[in-house]
């Protein structure tokens, strides 16, 4: 959640308006944070490549996991979650907006995942279980893992962005609140 909703957005905003409008000695302002009109096309160009790769793989990855079995899509999705954190953390730090790019890509194609879920869960699930299963899944893998997302990103927000070393470092609140959220997603995939 922090990861894709909260930091990514920032992010994209900062490197675009860091580049343009915006030089570091005024990072304060509020024109620095608000979305212009090339970051917001940007950061609509890096959700529209999001969005066309989930379209794009979750046309496919049905077929290639009945041929080769869930575990392995499985296991490669959580290996492109992973991927997808660490080009997020490289972007950044490098203030770099391809690599956000090539993020949203491996998140896309990463995406078309719970339907994977779901058939896994009834593949190996004993009939007089398989309710039981499935109820796990919803409650912990989805109501569970959304608010355990947002409460981690209240955490972590509320220890990386405060009022320390605005005049001096102004990037430092949100480096701290980038990496620290970019890591975690890495992590916890």
């Given at each position: 959640i922090i990861m894709v909703f909260i930091a990514m957005p920032l992010s994209v905003h900062l490197i675009v308006n860091l580049g343009e409008d915006c030089p570091e000695n005024r990072i304060e302002e509020e024109q620095c944070f608000a979305p212009t009109d090339k970051s917001q096309r940007t950061f609509t160009w890096i959700l529209t490549t999001l969005r066309i790769c989930t379209l794009v793989f979750g046309s496919i990855i049905g077929a290639v996991s009945d041929r080769y079995g869930r575990k392995p899509i499985l296991i490669l999705a959580l290996i492109g979650y992973?991927?997808?954190?660490?080009?997020?953390?490289?972007?950044?730090e490098a203030q770099s907006k391809i690599m956000f790019y090539v993020g949203a890509g491996i998140l896309g194609a990463c995406s078309p995942i719970n339907p994977q879920v779901y058939a896994y869960v009834t593949d190996i699930s004993a009939?007089?279980?398989?309710?039981?299963?499935m109820g796990y899944v919803q409650g912990f893998g989805y109501f569970f893992g959304l608010m355990l997302g947002a409460?981690?990103?209240?955490?972590?927000?509320?220890?990386t962005t405060g009022s320390e070393g605005a005049e001096d470092e102004n990037l430092t609140p949100y480096n701290k609140l980038f990496v620290a959220s970019y890591s975690t997603g890495l992590v916890f995939s």
């Open positions: 992973s991927l997808t954190g660490a080009c997020f953390l490289i972007g950044w009939p007089n279980r398989l309710a039981r299963n409460v981690v990103s209240l955490i972590i927000t509320g220890l």
